[in-house]
T-cell receptor, first 113, second 114 residues
Framework: SQKIEQNSEALNIQEGKTATLTCNYT??????LQWYRQDPGRGPVFLLL?????KEKRKERLKVTFDTTLKQSLFHITASQPADSATYLC????????????FGSGTRLLVRP | DTAVSQTPKYLVTQMGNDKSIKCEQNLGHDTMYWYKQDSKKFLKIMFSYNNKELIINETVPNRFSPKSPDKAHLNLHINSLELGDSAVYFC?????????????FGEGSWLTVV
């Protein structure tokens, strides 16, 4: 069955460093991949989309890579700030007519001042 | 300006009761969804509607029934609530049903069944 793995342990880093979060998947061939941010008690908020034919996408301090051979996406936040502390979810987009998104359970990022 | 709004935000109810969660989006989107986030934080799709037509109906007990009176509203009715139904339910919408659709989530409805 389809499986998405994100590190369940929190990532704890110092302010100013680059945070790198990993999303691995198996038994799936997504047409695209998205990253969302979720703060405690709130709904997820869309950050970035990357398609299967794209290797890398950037938006301000955010960078996403997508390796369909390794079945992995990496999400980077450069010059991290305490305000970046949140849970980050990856989501894979399907190819069938429903274009259903399947979400990982997320990785919590803590940025220490 | 609230884009996707859902009510109530918190709901505590007894087993066996019937409850509804309402959702409205003012983004003009064609597609709306209900997602369930369990205690392990997995966000799983339950239903999706495109222009009031049911598109996705995951393996969800038939005690859960969505209703879309128009494309701006998607309500969720749950009959005979069980302890395992306790979770956070997110309503969401997207501009279209297609490749790369971005999903806009509501703030969630925390359901606790006692």
């Amino acid at each position: 069955s389809q499986k998405i793995e994100q590190n369940s342990e929190a990532l704890n880093i110092q302010e100013g460093k680059t945070a790198t979060l990993t999303c691995n998947y198996t038994n799936y061939s997504p047409a695209y991949l998205q990253w969302y941010r979720q703060d405690p008690g709130r709904g997820p908020v869309f950050l970035l989309l990357i398609r299967e034919n794209e290797k890398e996408k950037r938006k301000e301090r955010l960078k996403v890579t997508f390796d369909t051979t390794l079945k992995q996406s990496l999400f980077h936040i450069t010059a991290s700030q305490p305000a970046d502390s949140a849970t980050y979810l990856c989501a894979l987009g399907g190819r069938d007519s429903s274009y259903k998104l399947i979400f990982g359970s997320g990785t919590r990022l803590l940025v220490r001042p | 300006d609230t884009a996707v709004s859902q009510t109530p935000k918190y709901l505590v109810t007894q087993m066996g009761n019937d409850k509804s969660i309402k959702c409205e989006q003012n983004l003009g989107h064609d597609t709306m969804y209900w997602y369930k986030q369990d205690s392990k934080k997995f966000l799983k799709i339950m239903f999706s509607y495109n222009n009031k037509e049911l598109i996705i109906n995951e393996t969800v007990p038939n005690r859960f029934s969505p209703k879309s009176p128009d494309k701006a509203h998607l309500n969720l009715h749950i009959n005979s609530l069980e302890l395992g139904d306790s979770a956070v339910y997110f309503c969401a919408s997207s501009p279209f049903q297609g490749n790369g659709n971005t999903i806009y989530f509501g703030e969630g409805s925390w359901l606790t069944v006692v």
